[in-house]
């Protein structure tokens, strides 16, 4: 692997530089912290062969070559930074590092083969080096979930990325979908990886990357072995007086006609045991109190109760909103009713 920096942050530098002497060294694990998105972030241990085995797949699977120039524009303490790292160790590629900014590919005209960023970053690329984005073969999408703005945005723009699926417990990614100008519904697994239902939910087979069988949060319809819809987290559910709202969904459909980031989370109530409330990063809009805003829903049990402003959101380092975080500082009062 050919090393070369984009930025002189000393601490991206000596990140990069740790784990690359955790990964030479004598040890056969290392370790990653989980997102943190919508729990305590969790320490795992990961084999390296594991490791090197799921970055295989993944070179495999792009077609990648060792004369390729990838970036590095990801946390590099984040699985998705550090796997990033392994793929460019093991098929021996020029891996060029840059700062985790919205845009890395602002300041920089080198002809890159294969990144990997996260939607915030997808956003900010698409609004100001569109141009940069078309000339990259490989682009791969991970940490949440592409806005369908954005895809409205890259089918535009005649652009297709690769939106991944995967965990921290998977070693990166398992599936990944064509996004954009050449639209998939369906994620399709990487090699040596096998998928079934699992009375609704994914069960993944991937003995490569040492998972016999891993049964996911994740509400799916299977196609086959190979390929998959995901429908969304079956622990991103809410129970409202008996009506089960499956949370990325509204969202999704929310995200069509409000331009801001938010994010939909459950809040006790005394009548349905839960209601659905909104939470939206930016100042107070009067019309996201108005129920008449909302009535491009057909459900109105998906109709939020209360909405909130938060007015910049708390991110992981993977570059994921924190529900956690940005639902718990907001009191009681910071909530509006929708009328």
């Known amino acids: 692997m050919n090393l070369q920096f984009l930025t002189n942050n000393v601490q991206i530098k000596e990140r990069v530089a740790s784990f690359i002497h955790e990964w030479e060294n004598d040890s056969l694990f290392f370790e990653s912290k989980t997102s943190g998105s919508t729990g305590i972030p969790k ?4 084999e390296k062969k594991h490791a090197a085995a799921s970055a295989k797949a993944t070179v495999d699977f792009l077609k990648l070559q060792p004369s390729d120039n990838s970036l590095l524009c990801l946390n590099p303490e984040t699985i998705g930074g550090k796997m990033m790292i392994v793929r460019s160790y093991i ?9 985790p900014t919205a845009n890395p590919l602002k300041n920089t005209d080198i002809p890159f083969d294969f990144i990997a960023i996260a939607p915030i970053q997808l956003v900010a690329i698409l609004q100001e080096s569109p141009e940069k984005l078309r000339q990259i073969r490989c682009v791969i999408v991970g940490g949440g979930v592409i806005p369908e703005a954005t895809e409205q945005l890259l089918k535009q723009e005649k652009i297709t990325v ?3 699926f995967g965990m921290t417990e998977t070693i990166s990614h398992i599936a990944l979908r064509k996004v954009g100008y050449e639209q998939e519904n369906y994620y399709t697994t990487l090699n040596a990886i096998s998928i079934q239902d699992s009375n609704g939910n994914l069960c993944i087979h991937a003995p490569l990357i040492g998972i016999p069988e891993l049964i996911t949060n ?17 622990d991103f559910v809410i129970n409202s007086g008996g009506v089960k709202i499956q949370v990325e969904e ?4 929310l995200q069509q006609f409000i331009s801001q980031k938010l994010f939909v989370h459950a809040k006790k109530d005394e009548k349905l045991g ?17 129920k008449v805003f909302y009535s491009f829903l057909e459900n ?6 209360e909405v909130g402003f938060i007015p910049n959101f708390i991110l992981t380092p993977s570059h994921k909103i924190n529900r956690i975080a940005n639902f718990g500082q907001l009191h009681e009062h910071c909530f509006k009713q929708i009328l």
Do not use: C
């Open 43 to 46: 320490i795992i241990r990961i």
């Open 91 to 99: 098929n021996g590629m020029n891996l060029y590092v840059e700062e």
């Open 162 to 164: 690769l939106q991944t």
């Open 218 to 234: 994740d509400t799916v319809e299977v196609l086959n072995d190979h390929q998959f819809r995901w429908i969304g987290r079956t």
């Open 250 to 253: 509204l969202e999704k459909q």
């Open 274 to 290: 839960e209601k659905v409330v909104l939470i939206v990063e930016g100042p107070e809009q009067a019309i996201l109190t108005s």
């Open 300 to 305: 109105r049990y998906h109709i939020p109760k």
